[in-house]
């Protein structure tokens, strides 16, 4: 299994405070779902130790909670691994946060879905070589091969990805992050489903 060097790199300029995510329901339910895509590989660490996947929830506006860099190696999350991304900004390439750890490599472009669709709640970001492949496969929907995660560049086909939807929930293939796969929808269960389901397609096919 291959990936890119700067796979997991963040990529926006950072401006973090301090702080820990209080415990909460969303917060719970949140990590279970995390946790059931991690005990499905399709949130973990390669074996050079570079972590993949990341899950963010709306709380207000266009602010969102999402999981911390570098945590694609554990199982099950605590409060102080994830964080609250307060604003961002696509233009000057930034992202400011609070938490004890630095806002997801993929901060920029969860944002960029909440600003496209105020309907969106929820928005997974997991690999996986079989599905990556099979989806591209069958033409799914993706963003251009010749653009990298993690970018102004990407963050803006992704809005535009995201305008030209009509229901909810949705699963698209970063063509140009290897085995990277987006689902997003109106709530954590939806968006997990639509993943689970589409495994479960692809396993049995």
């Known amino acids: 299994m291959s990936t890119p060097i700067d796979d997991g790199v963040i990529k926006y300029s950072s401006q973090r405070l301090t702080g820990v995510m209080a415990p909460s329901a969303q917060l719970e339910q949140l990590n279970k779902a995390r946790t059931t ?3 499905l590989g399709l949130i973990g660490a390669y ?15 266009q602010q969102f909670l999402i999981t911390g860099s570098a945590t694609g190696a554990i199982r099950q999350l605590q409060p102080d691994q994830f964080c609250l991304v307060e604003s961002f900004s696509i233009d000057q390439n930034s ?6 750890l630095e806002a997801s490599s993929e901060s ?5 879905i909440y600003a496209a669709n105020p309907a969106v709640h929820c928005v997974m970001h997991v690999h996986s070589r079989l599905l990556f492949d099979a989806l591209l496969a069958h033409h799914a929907i993706c963003t251009s091969p010749g653009i990298p995660y993690g ?22 293939v970063m063509a140009g992050h290897d085995e990277g796969i987006v689902a997003y929808g109106a709530d ?4 997990l489903a639509v ?10 096919s």
């Open 151 to 172: 970018t102004p560049a990407m963050a803006r086909a992704v809005a535009q990805l995201v305008a030209a939807q009509h229901s909810l929930p949705v699963l698209f």
């Open 95 to 100: 992202v400011r946060s609070r938490g004890s």
């Open 108 to 112: 920029m472009t969860h944002g960029a």
């Open 47 to 61: 074996p050079n130790g570079i972590g993949y996947g990341n899950l963010s929830l709306r709380t207000s506006g």
């Open 37 to 39: 895509l991690f005990d």
């Open 188 to 191: 954590i269960g939806s968006v």
């Open 195 to 204: 993943l689970v389901d589409t495994l479960n397609r692809n396993l049995a």
